[in-house]
Nanobody, 118 residues
Framework: RLVESGGGVVQAGGSLRLSCAAS????????MGWFRQFPGKDREFVAA????????AYVDSVKGRFTISRDNYANVVYLQMNRLKPEDTAVYYC?????????????WGQGTQVTVSS
């Protein structure tokens, strides 16, 4: 399974780092992604990283503020979120999938809540 952590409440302009740890399976041969879901909305793509960490993709609204990275030895994927805005408030999910440039999720974590106060 995939387990997200690192969510919480932060003031606008602050930072959080989300972690996604895999247990019971390896993610090192897979592309990985982060999604988020706003209340009453569908889940939306945030960022993806290819299996070796050399290619990444981001939704326009987070470019320059969020950074996805991975540690294949530790079997963990991260999402560093800087200069957070209230509109980043959502439940964040990590996913194992394919195709960084048009990411398709095949396996999901349970999500972690991020709340940005103004």
């Amino acid at each position: 399974r995939l387990v997200e952590s690192g969510g919480g409440v932060v003031q606008a302009g602050g930072s959080l780092r989300l972690s996604c740890a895999a247990s019971g399976h390896s993610v090192r041969d897979y592309d990985m992604g982060w999604f988020r879901q706003f209340p009453g909305k569908d889940r939306e793509f945030v960022a993806a990283i290819n299996w070796d960490g050399y290619r990444t993709a981001y939704v326009d609204s987070v470019k320059g503020r969020f950074t996805i990275s991975r540690d294949n030895y530790a079997n963990v994927v991260y999402l560093q979120m800087n200069r957070l805005k209230p509109e980043d408030t959502a439940v964040y999910y990590c996913a194992k999938g394919t195709n960084v440039d048009d990411f398709r999720a095949h396996f999901w974590g349970q999500g972690t809540q991020v709340t940005v106060s103004s």
